[in-house]
């Protein structure tokens, strides 16, 4: 039986990611998942929830259960902060025994992190990637202490044929984004983020790799401001990166 | 010694933090958490959590009956020939302790490590009134010699290194100090020894009250709480009221889990039970002794579900041991006693959040505090009901733009509530962002904005994936915009139609 994803973009992926929901699409339809994007979707919430406006985030999460509630098989998406809040808050946002809690429980119980989604339901390590460099990982916070990724995603880099995985320092510090913590204390914010910033660019790696939109974001900006000579990729994208022939004369993977 | 601090602007303070903070609390923080995990490793990580669970478990039925607890220990300390004074709020507690101090002529007053007597400002209040105060723990003492106040909670003096330390000594004692931590201890102990025996009262607080007993717990590494206890002749601990453990059993649950967590230590190099007084004035020890137990608004904060859980802190400092956010500002800027992340849900909730509103929001919610907490306090979940609390109240807790950040958000989340809105606003700053836009970043964006573009650029706002995803799926799904490009097509090519037939014909 074919399994089926529903295509959760989140709002960070969509406007500023859209390359790795592009690769999200390849690496599951290249292990034979089939690929649906509810129309309309928007944003699931969350930044409100986080920011004391906890009211504010039940319009849209009503409006992500009418997008997402009707339809069928797994809702995936490409960060744990997103699907951590679908699935640990919503049924909160509405009352008990009401319609909308109901289906909201439903809805949730079958949405997943990608990485979560890989590992854990497809039990995949090894998607057939091909990525020769020297490649550090960031461990963000909502896939570590809300759903205990903590070896999976490495499992996952280590199954990409040619990378080389090196440690990074502090791995699993927060990399100071904090979603509105960043406008509300820029300053501190920054501070974390430079610090992140000094331990990948002393890691030695040619490519820093998040499986997180919103730490991407964040490191990705500090790369650049830093000028320093360090991609940051969404672990998705590395492993939608595929054999372009370099692979003949290496020995296979 | 700040006794009730005006609005505490965490973001003004953490704009002009002293260069040296960050490394020096780094450095101390960074040796703290690699003992306490060797401690934990040793002790078992499964083991840990379990015992870290029931922690949790004991310490919260101990608060769920708190009134019964404190009569039991009420009872047990005065047959042990203690008294009991209650302190609703922290002037109360104030003036427990200087009567006490005026009835017995007190002239000088040596004290052990306290956060509750921090908490109630009770040095300034004593000095006030003419009774010198001496702080006796090594921390303490260095934070008092240079006017300072804590800056963690086991570790006062964690912000200073130890040249600011040597230099301090050489300019108030008047001591060639080299910087090396024994030989600093040594000069202060030193010091200390005399003023222990001339001491007409000791003060402490306490780490935990055993009901069954009567007994009071100090859990300290110098022996400077047992000298305040038992040599001046009149003794006064401030313990806070939640501090209370039913009976031994849970004290060795307790002092399993707070000197491993707090520095990695099996155990502390002190640990004093104390069970009353001494009979007998012949023997060495004081003869008056007062457990002067402190609400000052514990009790209200008993009565929230989620809240309450804030209690069941046993004061170990590892929260902000492991915090990104105190790592890089240190203990001063959260502006009263208590700081990181136990700070920022404790003081709103004694303060109040019209002065320390600021305070839930400084933090990534990362959620390592939760992690490390030897209690499992839900510190995040916390940290999300104040944040609440704080904007609900309009109490302007995060500065004056807040009704209209309020009404800014209730709009979005309409907005966010419609896919077609939610479309047109993506599609609207692609347009807007085209002035700020430089190889596809956005390096400098006007206020509010600039909050985010001052630290590092944000990423062009993109939204071609849809796009991409239509493109992809031509055919299979008919939107307007395909239907209307198709129409347009269609009228296209009957134009080149009817302009080929026009050209053939003429």
């Known amino acids: ?253 | 010694m700040k006794t009730s601090p005006g609005k505490i602007h965490f973001r003004r303070n953490t704009q002009n933090i002293p260069a040296r903070i960050p490394g020096a609390v780094q450095s101390a923080t960074k040796r703290f958490l690699a003992l306490r995990d060797a401690a934990v490793n040793e002790y078992g990580a499964e083991h840990w959590q379990e015992l870290r669970q029931i922690g949790h478990d004991l310490r919260l039925h101990t608060l769920e009956h708190l009134d019964t607890y404190l009569e039991v220990l009420e009872k047990n300390v005065e047959s042990a020939g203690g008294q009991v004074q209650w302190a609703r709020t922290a002037e109360e507690a104030r003036n427990i302790v200087r009567e006490i101090a005026q009835r017995r002529n007190v002239r000088r007053v040596v004290k052990a490590k306290s956060m509750a007597t921090e908490e109630i400002g009770l040095n300034k209040d004593l000095q006030s009134a003419g009774i010198s105060v001496l702080e006796t723990d090594l921390g303490e003492f260095i934070v008092q010699l240079a006017g300072d106040s804590p800056s963690h909670i086991t570790g006062p003096a964690l912000h200073l290194r130890k040249e600011d330390i040597a230099e301090l000594f050489h300019a108030r004692l008047g001591v060639v100090a080299p910087p090396d931590a024994e030989q600093l201890s040594r000069i202060a102990a030193a010091r200390l020894r005399h003023e222990f025996l001339v001491a007409d009262m000791g003060i402490s607080g306490g780490n935990f009250l055993v009901a069954d007993t009567g007994t009071l717990v100090l859990v300290t590494n110098e022996g400077n709480g047992r000298m305040c206890a038992t040599l001046p002749p009149v003794y006064v601990a401030v313990v806070g009221i939640e501090k209370i453990i039913p009976d031994w059993q849970s004290l060795a649950v307790m002092l399993t889990l707070l000197p491993r967590n707090a520095t990695g230590q099996k155990m502390t190099a002190y640990i004093s039970l104390i069970g009353g007084v001494n009979a007998a004035s012949t023997e060495d020890g004081a003869t008056e002794f007062h457990l002067v137990l402190l609400d000052n608004g514990r009790s209200e904060i008993l009565r929230h579900r989620i809240l309450r859980e804030t209690l069941l802190c046993i004061r170990c400092g590892a929260c902000l041991n492991i915090c990104p956010v105190y790592n890089n500002v240190g203990g001063h800027v959260y502006g009263w006693v208590y700081s990181g992340p136990i700070g920022a849900i404790l003081t709103p909730q004694l303060l109040g959040l019209r002065k320390a509103g600021e305070l839930p929001f400084a933090s990534t919610l990362c959620g390592a505090c939760n992690d490390i907490c030897p209690v499992k306090i839900p510190i995040t979940e916390i940290l999300l009901c104040l944040r609440q609390r704080a904007l609900e109240s309009a109490t302007g807790a995060i500065g004056s733009q807040q009704t209209m950040l309020r009404l800014g958000a209730q709009a979005t989340a309409l907005a966010l509530a419609s896919s077609r809105l939610y479309g047109w606003g993506a599609q609207a700053l692609r347009v807007i962002q085209l002035p700020f836009l430089r190889n596809g970043w956005l390096p400098r964006l006007p206020p509010p904005l600039n909050r985010w573009t001052n630290s590092r650029p944000l990423p062009a706002f993109r939204t071609d994936f849809r796009k991409w995803w239509r493109h992809r799926n031509h055919g299979s799904s008919k939107t307007w915009r395909t239907r209307a490009r198709s129409i347009v097509n269609k009228a296209d090519q009957a134009a080149s139609a009817l302009r080929a037939w026009y050209r053939r014909r003429t």
């Open chain 1, 1 to 253: 039986m074919t399994i089926r994803v529903q295509l959760f973009n989140t709002c960070l992926g969509e406007n500023f990611y859209p390359g790795v929901l592009r690769d999200m699409v390849a690496v599951l339809e290249r292990l034979g998942v089939e690929c649906r994007m509810p129309e309309g979707q928007t944003c699931c919430g969350q930044p409100f929830y986080n920011s004391g406006l906890q009211q504010c985030a039940r319009p849209p999460a009503r409006h992500w259960l009418r997008v997402f509630g009707g339809t069928d098989g797994y809702i995936v998406a490409p960060s744990a902060s997103c699907v951590g809040f679908v699935r640990r808050r919503y049924e909160g946002l509405f009352p008990e025994g009401s319609p909308e809690h109901t289906a909201v429980q439903e809805a949730a119980a079958r949405t997943y992190e990608f990485t979560e989604f890989l590992t854990r339901v497809l039990q995949v390590t090894e998607v057939g990637a091909w990525f020769p460099h020297r490649v550090t990982y960031h461990t963000s916070c909502h896939l570590l202490r809300e759903f205990g990724l903590r070896n999976e995603p490495k499992q996952l880099l280590r199954g990409v044929g040619g990378l080389e995985l090196v440690p990074l320092t502090d791995e699993e510090t927060c990399c100071g984004f904090g979603g509105s913590f960043s406008v509300i204390f820029p300053e501190v914010s920054k501070q974390i983020m430079e610090k992140k910033i000094q331990a990948i660019d002393n890691s030695g790696a040619e490519v820093v790799v998040a499986a997180e939109t919103g730490c991407l974001m964040n490191i990705h900006g500090g790369l650049h401001k830093a000028q320093a000579p360090v991609r940051a990729m969404h672990l998705i994208q590395v492993l939608a990166q595929e054999d372009r022939g370099q692979r003949q004369g290496n020995g296979g993977r």
